[in-house]
């Protein structure tokens, strides 16, 4: 089992940056796998890579995930070529649909068929990252555009079609297209004990395309916190798991929330919903039980966390990705050399 690192999140303000950034040179340095950087409606994640590149020498850098619908395929596949090159191939295309608050609210664009959008964006993106002529008559995109002047063109980057391309799904048939299409998997919401929930869909879009399940890099977040005060960290991590179910998308539209309902607990779930969306968060949190908190975050004493930790190797996830934890930089990078070495010593 890997281990990766992520920078920032979807709303991150850039507010700690020197600090990240040193965190992510320590972790090049200790043979941390991967750096992830992710956005919505904070700092975006290309720039930060680039940036990272430069100070960092051995670990792969990666968008966890640039949105389909802020960028054209065309530029995507652009940006991809070109952050591989300024990173000596340690690049990887991480893809997400978003949902309909950003995409509609932030982009202006419709939410309409994102399955269909994401097999098309992924298809141009090969195109241009093989060194083919991009063309594709499409229902989200036409290229070129009919009834102009535009032609047929080839990126004028020398081809790299190795770029690793990992999605970001959680719905059923979007987890079928990311075994048939991607090269790994950028998983949130996964409980071990209901990993089927994840990866029949994973195994079935691979084994339609004729490919080998076993090759895929299936990442998940990884919040791991280890401290003897089990009660006190289930308190601590109650209110957070109330604005995932309640918050990450709109009353119609939470995939954390039908992700975690599939895997189970769908009448906690949608309770916990109804109470954030009418305002009453402490309510919402209250409704979270011990179980849940102690299935979906990796918390408690060490030997709790690293039966988690092996649970989830069991279950077929190849890399955890770790959410830094601690009041500053010092306390996080500790964290992060502790954790990574435990993660090792477990597996």
């Known amino acids: 089992m890997r281990v990766g690192v992520s920078v920032g999140s979807a709303y991150y303000d850039g507010s700690n940056w020197e600090d990240l950034v040193e965190l992510v040179r320590v972790a090049d340095r200790i043979g941390?796998?991967?750096?992830?950087?992710?956005?919505?409606?904070?700092?975006?994640?290309?720039?930060?890579?680039?940036?990272?590149?430069?100070?960092?020498?051995?670990?792969?850098l990666g968008t966890g995930i640039m949105q389909v619908t802020a960028r054209t395929p065309s530029m995507a596949a652009m940006t991809a070529l070109t952050l591989s090159r300024l990173t000596n191939n340690r690049f990887i295309l991480g893809l997400g649909v978003s949902g309909p608050q950003v995409v509609e609210g932030l982009h202006g664009e419709p939410f309409t068929k994102p399955l269909t959008r994401l097999r098309e964006y992924i298809t141009i993106i090969r195109q241009g990252i093989s060194g083919e002529k991009i063309s594709l008559n499409g229902e989200h995109y036409v290229l070129p555009r009919p009834g102009g002047e535009g032609k047929s063109l080839r990126l004028s980057m020398p081809p790299q079609p190795q770029i690793p391309i990992y999605l970001a799904t959680l719905g059923p048939k979007m987890l079928e297209l990311t075994g048939e299409l991607a090269d790994g998997w950028l998983g949130t919401s996964f409980i071990p004990e209901s990993a089927e929930v994840f990866t029949e869909h994973l195994r079935e879009g691979a084994t339609r395309a004729g490919r080998d399940f076993d090759t895929l890099d299936l990442q998940i977040n990884a919040t791991i916190e280890v401290s003897d005060d089990v009660e006190g960290l289930i308190a601590k991590y109650r209110p957070r798991a109330a604005f995932t179910l309640g918050a990450m998308g709109s009353a119609q539209t939470n995939f954390y929330n039908a992700a975690y309902s599939r895997a189970g607990y769908d009448d906690m779930a949608k309770e916990s919903q109804a109470l954030w969306v009418a305002g009453?968060?402490?309510?919402a949190a209250a409704v979270i039980t011990d179980d849940f908190i102690l299935k979906t975050v990796m918390i408690g004493t060490e030997e709790m966390v690293a039966e988690r930790i092996r649970r989830t190797r069991d279950a077929g996830i190849t890399t955890l990705r770790l959410t830094p934890t601690?009041?500053?930089?010092?306390?996080?990078?500790?964290?992060?050399?502790?954790?990574t070495d435990l993660i090792h010593r477990v597996i």
Request: net charge negative.
């Open 32 to 60: 941390v796998d991967s750096c992830w950087t992710a956005e919505a409606w904070g700092m975006e994640s290309t720039t930060p890579l680039a940036y990272l590149g430069a100070l960092t020498s051995r670990i792969r």
């Open 326 to 339: 601690g009041r500053g930089r010092d306390e996080q990078i500790h964290n992060l050399e502790y954790l």
């Open 280 to 283: 009453r968060k402490e309510d």
